[in-house]
């Protein structure tokens, strides 16, 4: 049902998202918050979308803004939270579509 939660979203249909909400809490399932575009993204959340859109790996990551692996994954989660994406290629697919406008 997320699946198909983010499905409609991506095609803007609100009335099936409505429907599969519903079925979603029915059900005793969370149902996604999707935000706005970038919306209350930090400085270093977009530069880390920017750098998964360009194909780097976490560690890669970590090396271009000096931090550890495992502080990047904290952004990614956050980064994934705050977009609603559930993964690098959602994201990255978005980013490159045209879905997920980052200023860089």
């Known amino acids: 049902l997320r699946e198909a939660q983010g499905l409609f979203r991506q095609l803007g249909s609100v009335r099936a998202r409505v429907d599969v909400a519903r079925l979603m809490r029915k059900r005793g399932l969370a149902v996604p918050r999707h935000r706005k575009q970038g919306a209350g993204l930090s400085a270093t959340e977009v530069r880390v979308a920017n750098l998964v859109t360009e194909g780097l790996t976490n560690r890669q990551i970590a090396g271009v803004l000096r ?21 690098r290629v959602q994201l990255t697919t978005a980013r490159l579509g045209g879905a997920l406008v980052l200023a860089s």
Not at 74 to 81: N, P, Q, S, V
């Open 67 to 87: 931090v550890s692996e495992k502080t990047v994954e904290g952004y990614l989660t956050r980064l994934f939270a705050k977009t609603g994406y559930r993964s």
